[in-house]
Antibody, heavy 120, light 113 residues
Framework: QVHLQESGPGLLKPSETLSLTCTVS????????WSWIRQPPGKGLEWIGYINYSGAINYNPSLMSRVTMSLDTSNNQFFLKLSSVTAADTGMYYC??????????????WGQGTLVTVSS | DIVMTQSPESLAVSLGERATINCKSS????????????LGWYQQKPGQPPKLLIY???TRESGVPDRFSGSESGTDFTLTISSLQAEDVAVYYC?????????FGQGTKVEIK
């Protein structure tokens, strides 16, 4: 049973860069597509982007100018960086895995999420 | 972007009764090469991450009770809970993964009447 755990600073100031790590255990990061999704307090879900071990990456165009994703196969981790954050970036950030190897679609494994607050 | 519109925003159903949630996509999410609608349904309980219930519009994820079912008709999709249980109280989201950016519906809150 794969387990995903997000980590990173919970409080940022406006204009800073958000950096999050998702650590994967119970399975290899190789072979799967990995996503980041966020959820503002009391609101719905927004897909941020996905990455896989062979370098395939896709970002939500609404965030593309500020987002960078990367991956470390040796440590079974993948990363999210979001630059120039504002209060609108406040919310729960989840990492998630696609259901099947090589499959791009539905997400059946999720981390518990990490709350990020942007405030001066 | 493909817009996913869910209805209703909330519904209250008696225990043991049927709950029906609708989701409409602004464009087709049918992947022609696979002949599958790239549409998933998720359940999110308070303080928890979303949980995948249904994928390809009507295929139940492993371990999901069979009271949950999905159906499809063109760009209209439905999640049905055939006999609502207390543990089904949650917000339900549809999601399309046919086109980037993947998009979610706004959510439907299901409560006990």
């Amino acid at each position: 049973q794969v387990h995903l755990q997000e980590s990173g600073p919970g409080l940022l100031k406006p204009s800073e860069t958000l950096s999050l790590t998702c650590t994967v255990s119970g399975g290899s990061i190789i072979g799967y597509f990995w996503s980041w999704i966020r959820q503002p307090p009391g609101k719905g879900l927004e897909w941020i982007g996905y990455i896989n071990y062979s370098g395939a990456i896709n970002y939500n165009p609404s965030l593309m100018s500020r987002v960078t994703m990367s991956l470390d196969t040796s440590n079974n981790q993948f990363f999210l960086k979001l630059s120039s954050v504002t209060a609108a970036d406040t919310g729960m950030y989840y990492c998630a895995r696609a259901r099947a190897p090589g499959w791009l679609g539905e997400l059946n494994s999720w981390g518990q999420g990490t709350l990020v607050t942007v405030s001066s | 972007d493909i817009v996913m519109t869910q209805s209703p925003e909330s519904l209250a159903v008696s225990l043991g009764e049927r709950a029906t949630i609708n989701c409409k996509s602004s464009q087709s999410v049918l992947q022609s090469s696979h002949n599958k609608n790239y549409l998933g349904w998720y359940q999110q309980k308070p303080g928890q991450p979303p949980k995948l219930l249904i994928y390809w519009a009507s295929t139940r994820e492993s371990g999901v009770p069979d009271r949950f079912s999905g159906s499809e008709s063109g760009t209209d999709f439905t999640l049905t809970i055939s006999s609502l249980q207390a543990e089904d109280v949650a917000v339900y989201y549809c999601q399309q993964y046919h086109s980037v950016p993947w998009t979610f519906g706004q959510g439907t809150k299901v409560e006990i009447k």
